[in-house]
């Protein structure tokens, strides 16, 4: 069984819309959790870290659901600069053992 | 932005040369990592670096060899590699936690596109 594993889409959405994307985790040990963002051929970047009340950043929304192992990003009002690729990652334990999904490839239609 | 550089962007080498890649963090951080991602697979972890020691090495063939010099700087070293190595291999930093051991969020470099002919 994976680590992470995040459904790799892909999502073609318009301009406007709301998107949300989801993300299960193995480890019930797991510690922090974290939404990077992927261009294409760049390299990740943090989006958001995940906290356990969730937490919000401008029109991107982060929750976490421990008891079901779960983590979600929502993403409001899409742009077209959000299309990119939203990887999920897990960090277990107390170690520095980062775990990343395939991530999810978005693309926002004009 | 230069938090964490590598050198090179592009490299082709064929399966008998030898070849290394560079990183360098400029942010303070203690634990260096490589990864490998190749097309369609998640980030796979290669090696960490904790205070220059190396803590984890995840089953990596021989054929990479990395050295971490100081906190700051960390190299993998090529030699004999397969077709299938060819992929884009990123370096990250973080700063690791005292006392909890935990570490706050990994900050990549641009990463080297490795092609193995």
């Known amino acids: 069984r994976k680590e992470v594993e995040q459904d790799p889409g892909p999502f073609n959405v318009p301009e406007g819309a709301t998107v949300a994307f989801n993300c299960t985790y193995s480890n019930s040990a797991s510690q922090s959790f974290f939404w990077y963002r992927q261009d294409c051929r760049k390299e990740p970047k943090l989006l958001m870290s995940?906290?356990?009340s969730g937490n919000e950043d401008g029109r991107f929304t982060a929750q976490l659901n421990r008891a079901s192992q779960y983590i979600s990003l929502l993403i409001r009002d899409s742009k077209l600069s959000d299309s990119a690729t939203y990887l999920c990652?897990?960090?277990?334990?107390?170690?520095?053992?980062?775990?990343f999904g395939t991530g999810t490839s978005l693309t926002v239609i004009p | 932005e230069t938090g964490v550089t590598q050198t090179p962007r592009h490299l082709v080498m064929g399966m008998t040369n030898k070849k290394s890649l560079k990183c360098e963090q400029h942010l303070g951080h203690n634990a260096m990592y490589w990864y490998k991602q190749s097309a369609k697979k998640p980030l796979e972890l290669m090696f960490v670096?904790?205070?220059?020691?190396?803590?984890e090495n995840n089953s990596v063939p021989s054929r990479f060899s990395p050295e971490c010099p100081n906190s700051s700087h960390l190299f993998l070293h090529l030699h004999t590699l397969q077709p299938e190595d060819s992929a884009l291999y990123l370096c990250a930093s973080s700063q690791v936690l005292r006392g909890e051991g935990g570490t706050n969020e990994q900050f990549f470099g641009p990463g080297t596109r490795l092609t193995v002919l």
């Open positions: 670096y904790n205070f220059k020691e190396q803590t």
């Open positions: 995940v906290y356990s």
């Open positions: 990652v897990v960090r277990q334990g107390t170690g520095n053992q980062f775990y």
